[in-house]
Nanobody
Framework: QVQLVESGGGLVQAGGSLRLSCAAS????????MGWYRQAPGKQRELVAS???????NYADSAKGRFTISRDSAKNTVYVEMNSLKPEDTAVYYC???????????????WGQGTQVTVSS
């Protein structure tokens, strides 16, 4: 019903920047919160940043001051600009969106397939 396509991951040196994108498509009636999560090897998936439909944002402490989340509602896309990257930011990054579909029912969460971010020291 809803597909998420992520892009923008890759290999970057410490101190560098990356911009991740996640575009949602399908039977979308409305999108509520959108967010980015990450999972490093051997660790649990954790929130990086989220943004509501009204534009309110929330960041993990590790992301504050370095990452900026934004969304383009017309394109059903969420972005995260990541600056001053550190080796500890290395992880698979996943987007999550909360969507109400034309099919009906309660809004539910959809996850992207993940994109690898590797920061070398």
């Amino acid at each position: 019903q809803v597909q998420l396509v992520e892009s923008g991951g890759g290999l970057v040196q410490a101190g560098g920047s990356l911009r991740l994108s996640c575009a949602a498509s399908g039977s979308i009636l409305s999108i509520n919160a959108m967010g980015w999560y990450r999972q490093a090897p051997g660790k649990q998936r954790e929130l990086v940043a989220s943004i509501t439909s009204s534009g309110s944002t929330n960041y993990a402490d590790s992301a504050k001051g370095r990452f900026t989340i934004s969304r383009d509602s017309a394109k059903n896309t969420v972005y995260v600009e990541m600056n001053s990257l550190k080796p500890e930011d290395t992880a698979v990054y996943y987007c999550k969106v909360n969507v109400e579909t034309w099919v009906g029912g309660l809004p539910r969460d959809y996850w992207g397939q993940g994109t690898q971010v590797t920061v070398s020291s």
